[in-house]
């Protein structure tokens, strides 16, 4: 397909807000792959920003940009003291997770089922908004449980653009509050991308970002016929080269990162997070698929899954496994070429 070339919304390409997957760690990893796509970190808790560490919850590198910080939470004053503190700390977005249906999440009385009262969220919304100079942008669900009805899902849309939301990225599928866990909840309930793009249809002055199943760039682009924006989750974990040609497909940069360098350019980074107390598997366990398909690729995941989780280990198990992993791939690349010569 041919690359975008004019003027892409700033949130042409994001990548999901993943708990416990999209930390500091590996967004780092991502934007050695990606410079310009769009990065949310994990949902964080309001109140965990008011009362608990912020370093540990906020801190991120520099090179993160363009970063998103995700929260949750459902009271008006401490969502807009959080969001206000997250534009202090240095984010480009603040969005509010309307989607996640775990219990734990709606034990708190936040996340998928916030959709169930629109009048709140446009509440909460609308004092985030008060609060900071930055863009607030929703994410959510087609809708819940039994309320699974097209005319919902837009008045629930325009209830918040009536606040002044702009920005909605929309997980294609509605959510289930009781019965399923939060990984059925994202492949049970059917993607409906007709629904997406029909609320691009109806609100064409809104950013209307589509998030859900989405595992490659072609799909991506093809999507971006009929939306703004596409948001890709497990996929890009899965491999995070998928986003391998995202910087000059969505973005008009010439890049081409190449897996070798980021592996290179994560130990120097693990070489300085080290020195600040971060254990080696913090880093090295979103490292494991960066070979994905690769030659060498399985060598390298087991090589780091039995040494970069031993207790003190250092960044010399990712250079020995670098090492091999390059030993593996030169090996592989001779062998064609042996064969070729005893024919
Ligand atoms: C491990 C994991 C953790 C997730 N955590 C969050 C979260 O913190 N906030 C959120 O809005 N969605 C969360 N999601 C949902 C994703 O953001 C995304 O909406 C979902 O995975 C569908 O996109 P995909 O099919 O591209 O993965 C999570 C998904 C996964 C797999």
């Not at 219990?103 to 009385?109: N, S």
């Not at 916030?114 to 607030?136: G, H, T």
């Not at 449980?145 to 939301?165: N, W």
């Not at 010439?254 to 913090?282: D, H, I, S």
Request: hydrophobic share 40%.
């Amino acid at each position: 397909m041919a690359p975008i070339t004019q003027n892409p919304s700033p949130h042409v390409l994001s990548v999901a807000p993943m708990l416990d997957w999209t930390d500091r760690h590996f967004r780092y990893l991502l934007r050695l792959v990606t410079r310009r796509t769009r990065l949310y970190t994990e949902m964080v808790v309001d109140q965990s920003i008011l009362l608990g560490n912020r370093p540990r919850l906020l801190d991120f590198s520099p090179e993160e940009h363009p970063l998103a910080l995700q929260l949750g939470g459902s009271q008006p004053e401490k969502l807009a003291t959080a969001a206000h503190i997250g534009e202090k700390w240095g984010y480009d977005e603040i969005n509010l997770n309307l989607g996640c249906p775990s219990e734990r999440v709606q034990g708190g009385g936040f996340g998928a089922c916030l959709m169930l009262e629109p009048e709140r969220v446009a509440e909460c919304m609308a004092a985030m908004r008060q609060a900071v100079r930055i863009p607030v942008t929703a994410k959510h669900r087609l809708g819940v449980d039994e309320l699974e009805d097209y005319r919902y899902v837009a008045r629930f849309v325009e209830k918040l653009a009536d606040v002044g939301i702009e920005v909605f990225i929309i997980h294609a599928r509605k959510a289930y509050l009781r019965g399923l866990s939060p990984a059925e909840n994202r492949t049970v309930p059917p993607l409906r991308y007709e629904w997406v793009y029909r609320l691009k249809q109806d609100f064409p002055h809104l950013t209307i970002v589509l998030n859900g199943g989405v595992r490659t760039l072609d799909e991506a682009q093809a999507h971006l016929e009929r939306v703004d924006g596409v948001m890709l989750g497990r996929a890009v974990y899965e491999n995070p080269f998928v986003l391998e040609r995202a910087d000059a497909r969505f973005f008009g940069l010439n890049r081409w990162p190449n897996r070798l360098e980021v592996a290179q350019a994560m130990l120097f980074y693990a070489e300085a997070q080290l020195e600040q107390g971060t254990p080696l598997w913090a880093i090295a366990r979103h490292m494991l698929n960066l070979f994905k398909g690769q030659p060498g690729g399985r060598l390298w995941r087991r090589l780091l899954s039995e040494r970069a989780c031993r207790r003190g280990a250092g960044v010399e198990v990712l250079r020995q496994a670098l090492e091999q992993v390059q030993a593996e791939a030169d090996r592989r690349a001779d062998k064609p070429l042996v064969s070729l010569a005893t024919d």
